[in-house]
RNA sequence: GCCGCCGUAGCUCAGGGGUAGAGCACUCCCUUGGUAAGGGAGAGGUCCGGAGUUCAAAUCUCCGCGGCGGCACCA
């Protein structure tokens, strides 16, 4: 039998013999570093049998890959579940997979675990790394795995083996008195898996992830190759804390919210500015993009909701009020709003596309577990705009938009965007015949784009198929920020028609789109993006005109009154303190740019300048100064 | 909405059945200082809300409300 190795080479063997075995004819050190085989480039137990002439590659624990990442997640979280049994033998395991930094495994108990109880367990494996113990797997009968897991009390277990398709075999990998059905591969020992892990939280999870079902006890954990990149991962999660928006709006004085509105935000001063900035930024884009803006109701009558189909779908999460008898709903979308627009009036193809936009108040009742600082809340803007067009103007109108979305996003910084395709979800309004033809054509027109995107399988809105523009937050998590609907439905419901070249009546398609999302959200996310560090375009103050003695005092107000006719926005700071201690306390509160004056200055009409995070300060003319600030502060896009 | 944890001064947090604490911030006074905290004094609290246990509750119990982390949801 021929063994072939990556490098080419070729060994001999009489028989059969494992993966640990060919480890081990190679080298003593390459025995013990190995952790797995991959064949194929599949990912493989050490320990299998190797019985046909092959390619292997020994995979060791020193390979930077996800896979051995993978592996090794996927084993802390068996030895967690192990470690789990082992103190608390009442409690039923479920499943465990490996996941983006770490793994979780998610079990059936009636106490809930104690942040003391997550110590022991982590403790505990530790000490079941140390044991040594070894890693087999075993394949079972089908129905001898039932009766083993029924017999076991696990009832989850033995459900999880009904749902495995008749012709996978049903692999039992045990590891010391433990076992459980999984996939595999594994490591070879309890001992490969080392020590770089850790239990990091606790939190509910449903069985199946099915809101129905019972609420099973996750527990999260890292794992990493080594201590050293455990020490790395826990030091990123410390950074990330620090950017977080609501921590950073509080500190730099941005909004704030409260109890008696919750999911409401309240803009500060500071804020509201960099709002006003946004908002004014992109209002300039749409302006040149040939977007007309609009402003529509914020309370509607219910009938409008009714027709529009949101009634039936959304009536829960909608606010309503009554008065002279009727009920209104404060508007969760701008769209009903804005075919209404449309409809009044005749309107003729060439008109389209007609591309509506607002900046729509919008209020949603958000359940409460969802709420999340600015980024989810149940009031919020949406950067909204309405394209009627025809289905044969689908297609350019998308490429229009991904264009006018990633040259904006580029702006932030953001140049890797992950892109979602999302197809027709279970409960939609529209017949079949009118979502095959929304997904066909939005499925050709992105593709036309050239833009990778994944699937999202049943995601899409009650009324279109949508591509969703995800950014990510400071500790990793995606928000759905821009967005793409198309929509054959709403103009049929809402009977929005034109005139075409044929003198008929027809019907608009609709393309619901977004670029910010949501004001609030988009924010939240600039907030962590930046650390709060905007860039001077964005920042709400951007200088602060410091003395350094009062004799400076009315310099100081010359060099503020120039800035602000050049459109910089500053403050003064005057007061009786010393220059060390203003200069912390403007850092802290990252103004991007400090303007000292001091005696010295205030008789040459010079300033000092220093930015924010340079060590060291300049001076120069007042006009150099205010002109090159005034410069780099300009809007993107406005020149 | 569900599960777990948490709620003390403007902020960050300590304390814990018997008179409410610190640092920073704030106010006033001294200091006019040259690039990341000059010195002194002072003011500031429904210990989230309600009920219960107790001679006595910020502290223990229960019920709300809110926050945080997940899950579910996200037109």
Same mark, same amino acid.
């Given at each position: 039998?021929?063994?072939?190795l990556?490098?080419?080479?070729?060994?001999?063997?009489d028989?059969?013999?494992?993966?640990?075995?060919?480890?081990?004819?190679?080298g003593?050190?390459?025995a013990?570093?190995?952790i797995?085989?991959?064949?194929?480039?599949?990912m493989?137990?050490?320990k299998?049998?190797?019985?046909?002439?092959?390619?292997?590659?020994?995979?060791?624990?020193?390979e930077?890959?996800?896979?051995?990442?993978?592996?090794?997640?996927?084993?802390?979280?068996?030895?967690?579940?192990?470690a789990?049994k082992?103190?608390?033998?009442?409690?039923?395991?479920?499943?465990g997979p490996?996941?983006?930094?770490?793994?979780?495994?998610?079990?059936?108990?009636?106490?809930?675990?104690?942040?003391?109880?997550?110590?022991?367990?982590?403790q505990?494996?530790?000490?079941?790394?140390?044991?040594?113990?070894?890693?087999?797997?075993?394949?079972?009968?089908?129905?001898?795995?039932?009766?083993?897991?029924?017999?076991?009390?696990?009832?989850?277990?033995?459900e999880i083996?009904?749902?495995?398709?008749?012709?996978?075999?049903?692999?039992?990998?045990r590891?010391?008195?433990?076992?459980?059905?999984c996939?595999?591969?594994?490591?070879?020992?309890?001992?490969?898996?080392?020590?770089?892990?850790?239990l990091m939280?606790?939190?509910?999870?449903?069985?199946?992830?099915?809101?129905?079902?019972?609420?099973?006890?996750?527990?999260?954990?890292?794992?990493?190759?080594?201590?050293?990149?455990l020490?790395?991962?826990?030091?990123?999660l410390?950074?990330a804390?620090r950017?977080?928006?609501?921590?950073?709006?509080?500190?730099?004085?941005?909004?704030h919210m409260?109890?008696?509105?919750?999911?409401? &935000?309240?803009?500060?001063? $500071? !804020?509201? %500015?960099? =709002? +006003?900035? *946004?908002?004014?930024?992109?209002?300039?884009?749409?302006?040149?993009?040939?977007?007309?803006?609009?402003?529509?109701?914020?309370?509607?009558?219910r009938?409008?909701?009714?027709?529009?189909?949101?009634?039936?779908?959304?009536?829960?999460?909608?606010?309503?009020t009554?008065?002279?008898?009727?009920?209104?709903?404060?508007?969760?979308?701008?769209?009903?709003?804005? &075919?209404?627009?449309?409809? $009044? !009036?005749? %309107?003729? =193809? +060439?008109? *389209?596309p007609?591309?509506m936009?607002?900046?729509?108040?919008?209020?949603?009742?958000?359940?409460?577990g969802a709420?999340h600082?600015?980024?989810?809340?149940?009031?919020?803007?949406?950067?909204?705009a309405?394209?009627?067009?025809?289905?044969?103007?689908?297609?350019?109108?998308?490429?229009?938009?991904?264009?006018?979305?990633?040259?904006?996003?580029k702006?932030f910084?953001?140049?890797?965007?992950?892109?979602?395709?999302?197809?027709r979800?279970?409960?939609?309004?529209?017949?079949?015949?009118?979502?095959?033809?929304?997904?066909?054509?939005?499925?050709?027109?992105v593709?036309?784009?050239?833009?990778?995107?994944?699937?999202?399988?049943g995601?899409?809105?009650?009324?279109?198929?949508?591509?969703?523009?995800?950014l990510?937050?400071?500790?990793?998590?995606?928000?759905?920020?821009?967005?793409?609907?198309?929509?054959?439905?709403l103009?049929?419901r809402?009977?929005?028609?034109?005139?075409?070249e044929?003198?008929?009546?027809?019907?608009?398609?609709?393309?619901h789109?977004?670029?910010?999302?949501?004001?609030?959200?988009f924010?939240?996310?600039?907030?962590?993006?930046?650390?709060?560090?905007f860039?001077?375009?964005l920042?709400?103050t951007?200088?602060?005109?410091?003395?350094?003695?009062?004799?400076?005092?009315?310099?100081?107000?010359?060099?503020?009154?120039?800035?602000?006719?050049?459109?910089?926005?500053?403050?003064?700071d005057?007061?009786?303190?010393?220059?060390?201690?203003?200069v912390?306390?403007?850092?802290?509160?990252?103004?991007?740019?400090?303007?000292?004056?001091g005696?010295r200055?205030?008789?040459?009409?010079?300033?000092?300048?220093?930015?924010?995070?340079?060590?060291?300060?300049?001076?120069?003319?007042?006009?150099?100064?205010?002109?090159?600030?005034?410069?780099?502060?300009?809007?993107?896009?406005?020149?």
């Amino acid at each position: 039998m021929n063994i072939t190795l990556p490098d080419g080479s070729v060994r001999v063997f009489d028989g059969p013999l494992s993966g640990e075995a060919l480890a081990a004819d190679i080298g003593p050190g390459l025995a013990k570093a190995a952790i797995a085989l991959r064949i194929d480039g599949e990912m493989k137990d050490l320990k299998t049998v190797l019985d046909t002439d092959t390619t292997v590659e020994i995979v060791t624990n020193r390979e930077e890959s996800d896979d051995v990442l993978e592996l090794i997640r996927h084993d802390a979280a068996h030895v967690m579940a192990e470690a789990v049994k082992e103190l608390y033998p009442e409690t039923q395991v479920t499943i465990g997979p490996a996941i983006e930094n770490g793994f979780y495994y998610d079990f059936a108990r009636d106490k809930p675990f104690t942040p003391e109880d997550l110590e022991k367990i982590e403790q505990r494996m530790h000490e079941i790394v140390d044991r040594d113990e070894s890693i087999d797997r075993e394949e079972w009968d089908r129905d001898e795995a039932v009766k083993f897991f029924e017999g076991q009390g696990e009832k989850y277990k033995a459900e999880i083996i009904g749902s495995i398709p008749a012709d996978q075999p049903i692999g039992i990998y045990r590891q010391g008195e433990f076992q459980d059905l999984c996939r595999g591969p594994h490591l070879p020992s309890t001992k490969k898996l080392g020590h770089a892990f850790k239990l990091m939280k606790l939190a509910g999870a449903y069985w199946r992830g099915d809101s129905k079902n019972e609420m099973l006890q996750r527990v999260y954990g890292t794992a990493w190759r080594n201590e050293k990149e455990l020490k790395a991962h826990l030091h990123r999660l410390e950074e990330a804390e620090r950017r977080d928006h609501r921590k950073l709006g509080k500190e730099m004085d941005l909004f704030h919210m409260q109890e008696e509105a919750v999911g409401m &935000v309240f803009w500060h001063e $500071q !804020g509201w %500015t960099l =709002y +006003r900035t *946004l908002e004014n930024y992109i209002r300039h884009k749409l302006e040149l993009a040939d977007y007309k803006e609009v402003k529509t109701p914020q309370l509607v009558d219910r009938k409008l909701w009714e027709d529009s189909g949101h009634w039936d779908k959304f009536r829960e999460n909608m606010y309503t009020t009554e008065s002279e008898e009727r009920t209104f709903a404060l508007k969760p979308m701008n769209c009903p709003c804005h &075919v209404q627009i449309f409809n $009044q !009036g005749i %309107t003729s =193809y +060439r008109d *389209l596309p007609l591309r509506m936009a607002e900046f729509g108040s919008c209020h949603r009742y958000e359940p409460s577990g969802a709420l999340h600082g600015i980024m989810r809340v149940r009031g919020f803007t949406q950067d909204d705009a309405h394209i009627f067009c025809t289905e044969d103007q689908i297609t350019s109108e998308t490429e229009t938009f991904c264009e006018l979305l990633l040259d904006i996003y580029k702006d932030f910084g953001f140049t890797e965007v992950k892109v979602k395709f999302s197809d027709r979800p279970e409960t939609r309004a529209g017949d079949d015949a009118i979502w095959d033809k929304a997904e066909g054509s939005l499925k050709e027109a992105v593709e036309a784009t050239g833009l990778s995107y994944t699937l999202n399988p049943g995601e899409g809105a009650f009324y279109g198929p949508k591509l969703e523009f995800v950014l990510t937050d400071a500790i990793g998590r995606d928000w759905q920020c821009g967005t793409l609907q198309v929509d054959f439905v709403l103009p049929e419901r809402l009977k929005a028609s034109y005139i075409g070249e044929d003198g008929a009546k027809h019907r608009p398609v609709m393309l619901h789109r977004a670029i910010f999302g949501s004001m609030e959200r988009f924010i939240g996310i600039l907030i962590e993006e930046y650390a709060g560090r905007f860039p001077l375009w964005l920042a709400p103050t951007q200088l602060v005109v410091a003395t350094i003695t009062d004799e400076a005092d009315e310099y100081a107000r010359e060099v503020l009154a120039k800035a602000a006719k050049l459109g910089l926005r500053g403050k003064l700071d005057l007061r009786n303190e010393k220059i060390n201690y203003k200069v912390r306390e403007h850092s802290l509160a990252k103004v991007p740019a400090l303007l000292v004056a001091g005696r010295r200055e205030s008789e040459e009409g010079t300033i000092s300048v220093r930015r924010l995070g340079d060590k060291h300060q300049k001076v120069m003319s007042l006009d150099e100064a205010l002109a090159q600030l005034a410069e780099e502060a300009a809007v993107p896009g406005s020149r």
